[in-house]
């Protein structure tokens, strides 16, 4: 099956810098890639995501890039804000079947 | 809309116990799928059903949980006899199928607690 990994697993940024978050996969006909937030007690919400034809998407302060090539994609949040900080997480998926990576907490600094 | 909606909220029970989890998707939604989250890590697909056949239930342990989705709409997860390792938040999700978006929403969850 599909098997995502995600660095780092912790990430702490001064308030106005960018985040990065990065992502492998490992089967090449995984062909949607979404990004959840997910906000301590709280349920997962898509945050942005994006389809195997396409290389990059972006969001006001949100963007994400796919190398297919090399099977991995990531997360930026420019300008990060305090309420920016919760556990992000990359998935993959073949069709509607989503793998997850472990996470990535993200606190922003004020 | 209304969101996925789950019950209860939060269980403790003692290991060898049985518990349940209800899970009413989006109106709607022909897809529903269960999760498992233990603390620290990414959510894990423990069954997918279409309407109210079964699409993937690969990562089901079965000989201690079922679930099914009877009619369609609602489903029930169960755990019978639990182990302290089920200890975790079982979340449900819903999306539409056919639809354009893959998007799945998910429900507040149930954190499991396995004494």
């Known amino acids: 099956g599909e098997n995502v990994e995600q660095h780092p697993s912790t990430l702490s940024v001064q308030e106005g810098d960018s985040a990065v978050i990065k992502c492998t996969y490992s089967?090449?006909?995984?062909?949607?890639f979404p990004w959840y937030k997910q906000e301590l007690g709280k349920r997962p919400q898509l945050i942005i995501d994006i389809r195997s034809n396409v290389g990059e998407k972006k969001d006001q302060r949100i963007a994400v890039t796919l190398n297919k090539t090399a099977k991995h994609f990531s997360l930026h949040i420019t300008e990060t804000q305090p309420e920016d900080s919760a556990v992000y997480f990359c998935a993959a998926s073949i069709g509607y079947k989503l793998s997850f990576g472990a996470g990535t907490t993200v606190t922003v600094r004020a | 809309e209304a969101g996925v909606a789950q019950s209860p909220r939060y269980k403790i029970i003692e290991k060898r116990q049985s518990v349940a989890f209800w899970c009413n998707p989006i109106?709607?939604?022909?897809?529903l799928y269960w999760y498992q989250q233990i603390l620290g890590q990414g959510p894990k697909l423990l069954i997918q059903f279409q309407n109210n056949g079964v699409v993937d239930d690969s990562q089901l342990p079965k000989d201690r949980f079922s679930a099914e989705r009877l009619k369609g709409v609602d489903s029930t997860l169960k755990i019978q006899p639990a182990k302290l390792e089920d200890s975790a938040v079982y979340l449900c999700?819903?999306?539409?199928?056919?639809?354009?978006?893959?998007?799945?929403?998910f429900g507040p969850g149930t954190r499991l607690t396995v004494t």
């Open positions: 999700a819903s999306t539409p199928f056919g639809a354009h978006s893959y998007e799945q929403y």
């Open positions: 109106s709607g939604h022909a897809t």
């Open positions: 089967d090449s006909a995984s062909n949607y």
